[in-house]
Every structure is written in C-alpha cells, then in structure tokens.
C-alpha cells in the first residue's frame, strides 16, 4: 500500500460512522478516568497510586483518539514536497 493510500485510509477511518461512535465512548471513559484521578482528593497512598494508573489510563485513551490523525501527518510528511503542495 502507498503512502497515499495509507493517508486516504485514515482519513476514511476518522469519517467513519463508527470511528465517531468510539471517540464518543473513548471521551465519556476519559471524562469518567479524570474525575476519579483529578478531581477527587487521593486520601491515602493507596490512592495515590489508584489516581497514577488512572492518568496513565487517560493518556493511553488520549493517544488511541489521536493516534490516527498523527499517522496520516506524519504520512503527509513523507509525501514529496510537489505533491503536498498539489493537494
């Protein structure tokens, strides 16, 4: 596969019906991860180290959502330079 379709892949993926149903639930567990690990005072070591994994978790859920648009950027980047331009 070239580079060009491998961006066109992502893109169709990010336009997805489906793609859009999961960064909605990705967003809900990340709302529900930050305000267990945030916003609720840790109490106990115990819980500190509940609230650090939780952020981990957040950041995981983080790059999952934008794993797909820095791929197609960084495709983009290896793309000759005539050929961004033409776009």
Do not use: H
Request: contains cysteine; charged residues 30%; negative net charge.
């Amino acid at each position: 596969m070239n580079i060009r379709e491998q961006i066109r892949e992502m893109e169709l993926l990010m336009e997805s019906r489906g793609w859009k149903t999961l960064m909605e639930y990705a967003e809900q567990q990340k709302k529900g991860r930050i305000e267990a690990a945030v916003l609720t005072p840790a109490g106990s070591v115990d819980k500190c180290i509940e609230q650090e994994y939780l952020k981990g978790e957040i950041g995981g859920i983080m790059l999952f959502c934008a794993f797909p648009e820095a791929l197609s950027s960084d495709l983009r980047n290896q793309l000759p330079k005539e050929e961004v331009t033409n776009e």
